[in-house]
């Protein structure tokens, strides 16, 4: 199970689950008072009978004065335990005091507590398995549509592909017939498509393996030299020298590709962009529009602006914790952007 599908499959089970949890202890709450108000009215009666013949030695009995506060045929809870009042056949100022001792009513109480938990652990089982139900149904739909998209762009990833490797191998055909500034803007176009192709390859990367030396320094300048050509307002300041990793580097490439054209696409006019190693750290600063919110722009399809398609600094994510690469963004709107990449 994928990670929106956990998170969406979790959320509807607490969703479910909790209402009908707290509605069921409601429930269960009033039954118990019921049972403890039954259990006392059958004492009550127990003390009434007890009192025609005074056999047995489940009660214990006392005789007191009679005062106006103490209503007979009553339930009390007294120091002793469970107590009620009842006349005598004389016509003296006393009553018949009736005890049930404390710890044979708590022994009572306890062992009619015991069944309500046992019945009460029953009903959160199956409320709880009628939740995962539910989620799992309700989840349903969402993964037929997920599949659905995912079946899509694997068959643009692979409708993409061909005409971008076509118009690249026309566009260095036409090169060799003479130099123009139209064959660059071509190139420039189908590199564009084919970085997006490649973004989409990369959706549901697969597990990649880390086994290979890459120069980093050569990824970041091949990049560079592309986006000079689209973005040529934008000033690169390079400061990475030979730094090789051990990685993938299809995934590599993905990372600093995706970085850097977020770098350009969402500067300034006449900004800028620092690239600098230090310490096996790759530091990428821009002086552009900056981030609102850095905790969600990891999130697929999140964007805050009505350009791309929310899926590359996702996808750098993904990279990222296949490559054992540690990701950090900081920024602050209106002034840019600082992510580092820990190797």
Known sequence: ??????????????????????????????????KVKDLNQTILYQMKDYTFDFKGDTFSLDIVEDKKEKETFKIYFCEEGLCAYFKTSSSGPYLLKVIFDKQKYNDLYNELLLRILKF?????ILLFLLSIGFAIYSLRPMKEALT??????????????????????????????????EIDRIELSAKSISSLYKNLEFINPNNITKDEKVDVSELINNKIEILKKIYPNIKFINNVKSFVVDSNKNGLDRIIDNLLTNASKYNKKNGEIYITIKDKKLIIEDTGIGIKNTKKVFERYYKENDRGLGLGLSIVKQLCDILNINIFIKSELGKGTIVELSF
Do not use: C, W
């Not at 969406?8 to 009908?20: K, R």
């Not at 995912?150 to 692979?158: R, V």
């Not at 026309?170 to 060799?176: A, D, F, G, I, P």
């Open 148 to 181: 659905l998209l995912e079946t899509f762009l694997k068959d643009l990833i692979h409708d993409l592909n061909t005409p971008a490797t076509s118009i690249l191998l026309n566009s260095k055909l036409l090169r060799r017939r003479g130099d123009f500034e």
């Open 120 to 124: 009460a652990i029953i009903v959160f």
């Open 1 to 34: 199970m994928k990670n929106y599908e956990k998170k969406s499959f979790f959320t509807s089970v607490y969703l479910f689950f909790i209402p009908l949890m707290v509605f069921s202890s409601i429930v269960l709450y009033m039954y118990h008072q019921d």
